[in-house]
């Protein structure tokens, strides 16, 4: 099946660190906007961050401004989510899919998810 595959998740203290990976699996994303979204237990998904195919264009959710930053490696068809100084409530299962905006239903190809557990 065509879908992204994340990967980089894991257990982190508050103020840690994580990169999240996200790659293709059967097909290339590379020519298309990509975003991050999470899901926390009980809560709605929500965005993180987006990128635009070239990579030039990059927005942010306002929790994930000035700690997180979105990236993405053309050659390598991947698309990364640098978080710093990670906190409690940034706990969630993390997403990455393909297409625009911060509204999840404007995006198709969804990953399984990587999650992340960030410890007080």
């Known amino acids: 099946q065509v879908q992204p595959v994340e990967s980089g998740g894991g257990l982190v203290q508050a103020g840690g660190s994580l990169r999240l990976s996200c790659a293709p699996s059967?097909?290339?994303?590379?020519?298309?906007?990509m975003g991050w979204f999470r899901q926390a237990p009980g809560k709605e998904r929500e965005f993180v961050a987006g990128?635009?195919?070239?990579?030039?264009?990059?927005n942010y959710a306002d929790s994930a401004k000035g700690r997180f930053t979105i990236s993405r490696d053309i050659a390598k068809h991947t698309v990364y989510l640098q978080m710093n100084n990670l906190k409690p409530e940034d706990t969630a299962v993390y997403y990455c899919?393909?297409?625009?905006?911060?509204?999840?239903?404007?995006?198709?190809?969804w990953g399984q998810g990587t999650q992340v557990t960030v410890s007080s």
């Open positions: 990128i635009s195919g070239s990579g030039h264009v990059t």
């Open positions: 899919a393909r297409g625009s905006g911060s509204d999840y239903r404007n995006y198709d190809y």
């Open positions: 059967g097909r290339t994303f590379s020519s298309y906007s």
